[in-house]
């Protein structure tokens, strides 16, 4: 399932997934649109971009990892946006969003987030209010910015984070997701 409110991107994304021998993809412009498809028909992938209306990309995948009227919360959600900011990256992993991508999408960049969801899928958990695919897969402490008890030297005089606004390269968000990864 591909969502998008950009037709190009949608056709794009669409051919992408077809040279993958994607037989089936259903389409569509928002995510209110694909949430009320997906409980009646639940795709085994979920390619989605995050600004959308009425609803937007990071909104469906929380309603997918946990309303009740999921019939699969466990589906691997790519998030391919233009959104390259370590918050909204962070933001999107804490909602439960499997893989990202930054637009323009690179098919490269594509293939290889649909290859470690199938080849390397994580275990999911539920801690909390969160569920989704474990993100505490380092093999050593914690490092950077996805710290506990990180150093407040990292913050502003009002204690927010100083680096929560700078843009990461999509080698950098896969490291972030797949830390023991080599990208």
Same mark, same amino acid.
């Given at each position: 399932?591909?969502?998008?409110?950009?037709?190009?991107?949608?056709?794009?994304?669409?051919?992408? #997934?077809? #040279?993958?021998?994607?037989?089936?993809?259903?389409?569509?412009?928002?995510?209110?649109?694909?949430w009320?498809?997906?409980?009646?028909?639940?795709?085994?992938?979920?390619?989605?971009?995050?600004?959308?209306?009425?609803?937007?990309?990071?909104?469906?995948?929380?309603?997918?990892?946990?309303?009740?009227?999921?019939?699969?919360?466990?589906?691997?959600?790519?998030?391919?946006?233009?959104?390259?900011?370590?918050?909204h990256?962070?933001?999107?992993?804490?909602?439960? #969003?499997?893989?990202?991508?930054?637009?323009? #999408?690179?098919?490269?960049?594509?293939?290889?987030?649909?290859?470690?969801?199938?080849?390397?899928?994580?275990?999911?958990v539920?801690?909390?209010?969160?569920?989704?695919?474990?993100?505490?897969?380092?093999?050593?402490?914690?490092?950077?910015?996805?710290?506990?008890?990180?150093?407040?030297?990292?913050?502003?005089?009002?204690?927010?984070?100083?680096?929560?606004?700078?843009?990461?390269?999509?080698?950098?968000?896969?490291?972030?997701?797949?830390?023991?990864?080599?990208?």
């Amino acid at each position: 399932m591909i969502v998008d409110d950009q037709s190009f991107a949608t056709n794009m994304l669409r051919q992408m #997934v077809k #040279v993958l021998g994607a037989m089936e993809v259903s389409v569509f412009s928002n995510g209110e649109e694909a949430w009320t498809f997906y409980k009646t028909s639940p795709a085994d992938l979920v390619i989605l971009d995050w600004q959308m209306s009425p609803m937007s990309g990071l909104k469906l995948t929380q309603l997918i990892r946990k309303s009740p009227e999921s019939p699969n919360t466990f589906v691997p959600i790519i998030m391919v946006t233009s959104y390259r900011e370590r918050e909204h990256v962070f933001r999107a992993r804490d909602a439960g #969003v499997t893989e990202y991508v930054i637009k323009p #999408v690179a098919p490269k960049s594509l293939f290889s987030r649909i290859e470690a969801v199938i080849e390397k899928p994580r275990r999911f958990v539920r801690v909390g209010e969160f569920f989704g695919p474990d993100r505490r897969r380092h093999s050593k402490e914690f490092a950077g910015d996805d710290r506990r008890g990180k150093d407040e030297a990292t913050k502003d005089t009002k204690g927010v984070d100083k680096d929560k606004h700078q843009d990461m390269g999509q080698d950098e968000i896969n490291r972030t997701y797949n830390p023991n990864e080599d990208n």
